[in-house]
């Protein structure tokens, strides 16, 4: 059974008596300063969907606070965000995602996120084992932070995270540095499946690197559509299969410290354990 509420302009949406809803719908919010967001118990829903209702940042710090009783919505496995206010409310959202509590599909694309609360998000993923397909499109998880909260993303998929399937991670501001660590993700991490980078900023080194992993991946999808693919403005472009040069590493960088590992594993590779002497 499907029905959707039709929130009033009141400043309260109360989810309840709906008996056997499985998906709930509240496209229209009409007050955007609306701060009271009721979810009552409701032991069949398995998708809430609240994209674009100009959901406050308050509204949403209790929405995701009341999540984490699991007696609230306990089969709860998609849950959509699309086009709110998302900003402090991060934290308790990261909260939310690092309990599981089985959600499954999250989707908080177009919400502005950036900076520490980005790399909140990506910190919290390595807590989270349920998680199967994460849409965070249209937000700042590149940006000015060299390539940082892009390898914390990475980090958390690497070695924690081996649920996640599907990945959107379009019109993020990722430049060529933090795309070449994202590309380094799949040497680790065989379950991510489907990669989305549209929009993104990743350069020549950056769609090598990918193109890459897709020949000897085949199995995998990934989208990087509207790239300036043939960007050439890098001042350098590391490519593991030529990687003759000098180096100045800034180890304290996470692009410089995807290029050191990857020299190291190059050098082990052709001298053995005796790498260390190699020149």
């Known amino acids: 059974d499907t029905r959707s509420v039709a929130p009033s302009r009141t400043q309260q949406l109360a989810m309840t008596g709906i008996v056997g809803a499985s998906r709930l719908d509240a496209p229209q919010i009409h007050n955007p300063d609306t701060h009271n967001l009721i979810i009552k118990p409701m032991a069949s829903l398995q998708e809430l969907n609240l994209d674009r209702c100009r959901l406050s940042d308050d509204c949403l710090g209790r929405l995701f606070r009341q999540l984490l009783d699991v007696n609230v919505a306990p089969f709860l496995s998609s849950l959509s965000l699309s086009q709110n206010d998302m900003h402090n409310s991060v934290d308790d959202l990261a909260n939310l995602i690092e309990a599981g509590h089985g959600i499954k599909h999250l989707d ?3 919400n502005n996120i ?4 980005a790399f909140r998000l990506a910190h919290c993923l390595r807590y989270n084992v349920m998680m199967e397909s994460l849409n965070i499109a249209f937000n700042c998880f590149g940006g000015s932070n060299d390539a940082e909260t892009v390898n914390e993303l990475c980090n958390s998929l690497k070695h924690s995270n081996k649920s996640l399937v599907s990945l959107d991670v379009s019109y993020n501001q990722i430049g060529h540095n933090a795309s070449m660590v994202l590309a380094q993700l799949f040497d680790h991490n065989e379950v991510l499946l489907k990669l989305k980078v549209d929009g993104n900023h990743i350069g020549i080194g950056g769609s090598k690197a990918f193109i890459a992993h897709m020949v000897n991946f085949p199995r995998r999808e990934i989208s990087f559509e509207h ?22 590493l800034d180890l304290s960088h996470a692009y410089d410290r995807m290029v050191a590992l990857n020299l190291q594993a190059l050098a082990y590779e052709q001298c053995g354990p005796s790498a260390a002497s190699c020149t």
């Open 108 to 110: 908080i694309s177009w």
């Open 114 to 117: 950036g900076g520490a609360h």
């Open 227 to 248: 790239c300036d693919v043939e960007a050439s403005s890098e001042r350098f472009t590391f490519n593991m299969h030529a990687p003759d040069g000098a180096y100045d």
